[in-house]
C-alpha cells in the first residue's frame, strides 16, 4: 500500500504519494484534505503533532544535535498554550509564561499549521499520522548531502539521495505548477520516512514522553 509525505507550503500542502519507487506530487489545499488522500497506510508530515505545555521537547533537542551543520532546521515546537493565538506578541507573553523562553517569529509562522493539524487529527491519538524532518531523512539517505537545501549544491545531493529509492525526477517534472522543488524534495523524503516507518525499519528521537492530548512528541524518519 502507498505512504504520504507531507511538507507546508504557502498555506497549503505538498503532498508525495509513494507506492514502490512511483512518486506522484500533489497541492493538497488543507489537513482535511491531506488525511483524506486514499489508500494510504502512512502519512508522515514535516509539522509537530505532540506539544509540550511547558518547555523544549526533547525530540527537538536531540534532533537538532543529530543534524551537525543545519540544526538551525528544525524550529523549537511553540508550547500548546500558544495555538490559542493568532498575535505575534501575545504568543510570546503566553510562551514566556508557560515556559520561561519566547517563540521566534519563524516557528511563531507555523502555529496557523500547527493548529489546523492539531484539530483535525482529534482524540484518541492516531499512528497513522507521524511527525517528520526531512533533513533527518536525507541525512540517514546519503552522508553526501551537507548544503543547505535550495542552493544549486544542496538540491543536486538531495536528488542524488533519493534516486536509489524513487523514481524523484519523473516526479518533478510531472509536478503541479508552481510547486518549488525545495517543498517537492522535502515531501518525497517524507514519504521514503513514512515507507521505512511502515516496514518498522523507521528511526525516531524523543523521551518517550505523550502530551496533554496523549501523542508522542518524537521525530521520525
Same mark, same amino acid.
Do not use: N
Given at each position: $500500500? ?15 504519494? &509513494? ?8 497541492? &493538497? ?17 514535516? $509539522? ?26 528544525? *524550529? ?31 516557528? *511563531? ?26 533533513? &533527518?531523512? *536525507? ?19 538531495? &536528488? ?5 529509492? $524513487? ?49 508522542? $512528541?518524537?521525530?521520525?524518519?
Amino acid at each position: $500500500m502507498a505512504v504520504l509525505g507531507v511538507d507546508g507550503w504557502r498555506g497549503r500542502w505538498v503532498g508525495a504519494l &509513494l507506492d514502490g519507487r512511483r512518486v506522484t506530487l500533489l497541492v &493538497l489545499a488543507d489537513v482535511a484534505a491531506v488525511l483524506a488522500v486514499a489508500d494510504v497506510e502512512l502519512i508522515a508530515i514535516d $509539522m509537530p503533532i505532540g506539544l509540550s505545555d511547558d518547555g523544549v521537547r526533547a525530540c527537538d533537542v536531540a534532533a537538532r544535535r543529530l543534524l551537525v551543520g543545519a540544526g538551525s532546521s528544525v *524550529f523549537p515546537a511553540p508550547v500548546r498554550s500558544v495555538l490559542e493565538t493568532d498575535d505575534y506578541a501575545e504568543a510570546r507573553r503566553i510562551a514566556l509564561a508557560a515556559s520561561d523562553r519566547s517563540i521566534s517569529a519563524q516557528a *511563531f509562522q507555523l502555529v496557523t499549521a500547527i493548529r489546523a493539524l492539531d484539530e483535525a487529527l482529534g482524540d484518541p491519538p492516531t499512528d497513522r499520522v507521524v511527525e517528520v524532518h526531512p533533513e &533527518l531523512a *536525507f541525512r540517514a539517505l546519503s552522508a553526501e548531502v551537507r548544503d543547505r537545501k535550495g542552493s544549486a549544491r544542496g538540491t543536486v545531493q538531495r &536528488l542524488r539521495a533519493l534516486r536509489p529509492v $524513487m523514481d524523484v525526477e519523473e516526479a518533478l517534472l510531472a509536478a503541479p505548477a508552481g510547486v518549488p522543488a525545495i517543498d517537492a524534495l522535502d515531501a518525497c523524503a517524507a514519504a521514503w520516512s513514512a515507507a521505512r516507518l511502515a516496514r518498522g525499519e523507521g528511526e525516531c528521537v524523543g523521551d518517550g514522553v505523550t502530551d496533554s492530548r496523549g501523542r508522542p $512528541m518524537r521525530i521520525c524518519w
